[in-house]
């Protein structure tokens, strides 16, 4: 699971960048902003969801017939969401990182 879902969709996807590198360098940085733009809009659909979800949390918490177990699975829910967004963002840093790497071998591959 955590190769399948995790590192497809929430991590920096160096395998993907180094394929391009091997294949294309000349696209290679345009490889590396394609991440970055994906994992943006990870980032940007976990925080919708986890902030819709965190609502529905508080919701069911302060309702007037008290808390009930729709609160627990939202929470879970939220929580699951926002560490989606956490991971997306953590993969956009590691992408901004690995730019320089990324241009230093395709100016030495020309």
């Known amino acids: 699971m955590r190769e399948h879902l995790i590192e497809k969709y929430f991590r920096y996807r160096r395998r993907y960048v180094d394929h391009i590198l091997m294949e294309a360098p000349q696209r290679a940085l345009l490889a590396v902003l394609a991440e970055i733009g994906r994992l943006a809009f990870v980032s940007a659909g976990s ?9 529905l949390t508080v919701g069911a918490l302060t309702r007037p017939g008290g808390p009930s177990g729709w609160s627990i699975l939202f929470a879970s829910l939220a929580g699951l969401a926002t560490l989606g967004g956490v991971g997306a963002i953590g993969g956009i840093l590691t992408a901004v990182r690995d730019r320089p790497r990324v241009a230093a071998q395709v100016a030495g591959s020309r």
């Open 47 to 55: 925080a919708l969801c986890a902030l819709i979800l965190w609502l």
